[in-house]
């Protein structure tokens, strides 16, 4: 937990993912998906289902991995999917370069 509380927070106070690769976080998923199919598969092969729980430090990491993942994956994909860095000089002049040419009075106005 120590190593995914600390970018959730700054994910949250800076309202961006911009700067870190999701592509770890979508292997670190995959490895929780694995580490909790293993659980499952090793309890159904012995027909004792209480096996599955059986490791609970694995079961543990499992979960947890696969929770903070998903947290990543919500914050990356669906909270904050503004891409551009506000640090980042050529983004922010990107954003800014708008030109606008019409009327005066602003009736027939229009941004380019």
Known sequence: MIKYIPQTWINY???????????????DFTGGILSFSQLILDAARSGNVAEAFGNPVKLGLGLVSIGFDLMFMLQHYILYTDRYDPQNLEDALRQQHTFEYGSTDGSDRVSV
């Open 13 to 27: 106070c800076r309202k961006s993912t911009v700067g870190w690769s999701i592509h770890n976080i979508i292997l």
